[in-house]
């Protein structure tokens, strides 16, 4: 059993000084020499010894005036202004410079942003140079959601590492009664890191679907701020640019909506996870090989690897039981595989700024 949180170096309340406070209580007090209390409490001499340490730090006993060997309880109350008093107290301090700071910085924005003006940025585009530049703005962001956010991630499973920093976020969210909802390629139900998160969040409430293709990556608060990756003259997307302008994140908002509305539900952990997706699957190959497109862009496309690319075209065209990808292109349609998907562009009938809830 452990109690409270272990502060600077004090001890942690443990079910063998619960015992021995318990004790003293009952009786007054307790003599620290020999045998004291471990023949009635059933703990050997040094575990007594350990646990009035313990008690001691915690100031839940104190010695007895002019009897230094003897032990006497304390008020858990006046143990808990002594002990904590001091923590809180310096926590306060270091809370109100840590806002005192953010509102220094905070005072440059106006600079900065007609600085940027002059040089003929745009207003309510951010650019976020580095990735712990791009994960301090992510997280502020989460903290200040109120209703709800949504995210595209192409590609295959997640890295566990990135999940495992992500979990706690999320959780947090959903027990703020956050609304969540997370877009996935059918390839990363193959990912078992990614099926244990999808279901650990699904429990809490978070929602998940699956499609063929998805465009780049996003993440949407509130339908009023959005991170994308740097793109830029060719960039790796690293780091990210945050979108606050109006009528961007409402096209982000139809694109999300659209390709949520399509997808198919992802749970997690399921043996017919990828068999619930499997003509999807195919339907998106059948497409991407009657445009001509390279092992390489296909694998890109759909989100996995070359190898495993290869292995789903290589069984595709024995399903159908062609000799090569032209005939399996033929084969394809009369089999009804080739029936071109809802198209990925977001419907122009809505105007530009209307922003699509679901």
């Known amino acids: 059993m452990s109690i409270g949180t272990n502060f600077d170096g004090l001890p942690q309340l443990d079910a063998r000084a619960i015992a021995v406070f ?14 004291g209390a471990s023949p009635e409490l059933g703990l050997a ?9 313990t008690l001691l730090g915690l100031r839940l ?13 304390v008020s858990p109350d006046a143990a808990a202004a002594e002990v904590v008093g001091p923590l809180e107290a310096r926590l306060a301090r270091d ?16 600079a900065f942003r007609a600085a940027r003006r002059r040089c003929g940025h745009q207003e309510g585009i951010d650019v976020l140079p580095d990735l712990p530049a791009a994960s301090a703005m992510l997280g502020e962001a989460a903290a200040d959601c109120r209703e709800e956010v949504f995210s595209i991630q192409p590609g295959g499973g997640r890295a566990p590492h990135r999940l495992g920093d ?8 959903l027990r703020r009664g956050i609304r969540m909802r997370t877009l996935y390629q059918h390839s990363a139900r193959a990912s078992l890191s990614t099926q244990g998160y999808v ?15 998805l465009p780049d990556r996003a993440v949407v608060f509130d339908r009023a701020v959005a991170f994308l990756p740097r793109r830029a003259d060719g960039g790796s997307g690293e780091g990210a640019v945050l979108v606050r302008d109006p009528d961007v994140v409402a096209y982000l908002c139809r694109v999300f909506e659209q390709h949520w509305s399509g997808a198919t539900p992802f749970l997690g952990t399921s043996e017919a996870a990828y068999k619930e997706v499997g003509h999807s699957l195919r339907r ?6 009657a445009e001509g497109a390279k092992d390489e862009v296909i694998a890109r496309r759909m989100g996995m690897s070359l190898r495993t690319c290869r292995r789903h075209i290589a069984e595709l065209l024995e399903e159908l039981g062609a000799e090569s990808r032209f005939q ?16 990925m562009v977001p419907d122009q009938r809505c105007g530009c700024g209307e922003t699509v809830r679901g």
Do not use: K, N
């Open 45 to 53: 001499q040094e575990e007594v010894e350990a646990a009035c340490r």
């Open 328 to 343: 399996g292109g033929v084969l394809a349609e009369r089999a009804g595989l080739a029936v071109p998907a809802e198209s």
């Open 199 to 213: 279901e650990t969040l699904a429990e809490a409430g978070a929602e998940y679907r699956t499609a063929a293709e």
């Open 166 to 173: 992500a979990i706690e976020r999320d959780l947090a969210m």
């Open 22 to 35: 318990e004790y003293v209580l009952s009786r007054g007090s307790l003599d620290r020499r020999p045998p």
């Open 61 to 73: 006993l104190r010695p007895a005036p002019g009897r230094p060997e003897e032990l006497i309880p």
């Open 284 to 289: 998106a190959l059948v497409g991407l090989l």
């Open 95 to 110: 809370a109100a410079h840590a806002q005192a700071v953010r509102d220094d910085l905070h005072s440059l924005m106006p």
